[in-house]
C-alpha cells in the first residue's frame, strides 16, 4: 500500500499586497482541489511560521506552529500550548501549567480545537482536511473567525516569478468596511505554501 506523506514547512508573512485579477468560481475549483490534497494524505507534518512586523509596541516577532497528524491521531504544539488527538478526544496542556490537563470529546482534531476556543485562529491544514464548508477554510485562511465578520473571495492571480504558484485573494468585511485582506499561496500541487496579511 502506497502512503502519501505531506512535509509542509510553511511562512505566514505581514506585508502589503497589491494585485488581483480573476473569478470567484475558479478559485473555489482550486480551495476543492487543496481539499482534496489535504483530505486524502495518510499524514500531514506541517511547520507554520508567523512573521509578525514591528509595531509602535513591540518588535518584530515569530510563532511556530507545529502540527503532525493521521488518519486517527494528531498533535499540535504552539506558543506553549500542547495538543493531542486520539481519534476520540483531544487533550490540551500548558507548558506553564505541567500538572493539569483539559480534556474534551471530538471526533476530529478541528471539532476539539472548536470545543475548546470557537475564537482562536486554526491551522488552516485542519480546516481542509476536517471540513467540507468553503466558510471554514476562508476562516482559517483569513483568521478572522468573529460572529460578524464576513470572508470573501476577490480574485485568483498568477505569482510572477513564481512558477506553479497561484494566489487566492480573500478579504474580511464587517459591515461595509473591509478590516483585512489575504494572499493564499497554493502550488501547483494544490498545497498551500504561504499565506500573507499585511
Known sequence: MRTKFLLLLLTFVCIPQNTFADSRKEVLDLLQEVRKTYYRADAILETITEVLPPSVEAESQTQVTKLAIGKNAGQMSS???NYIWNGEAL?????SVPDAYLKVKARTFLKGLNEIS???PKPWSLAFRDSRSYKKWLIALCFYNAKDVENEIVD????ENQEGIQIISLKSTLGKA???TTEVHVTNENIISKVVIP
Open 118 to 120: 470557537d475564537v482562536v
Open 156 to 159: 485568483l492571480t498568477t505569482a
Open 178 to 180: 473591509t478590516i483585512g
Open 79 to 81: 506558543q506553549g500550548e
Open 91 to 95: 487533550y490540551l496542556t500548558l507548558d
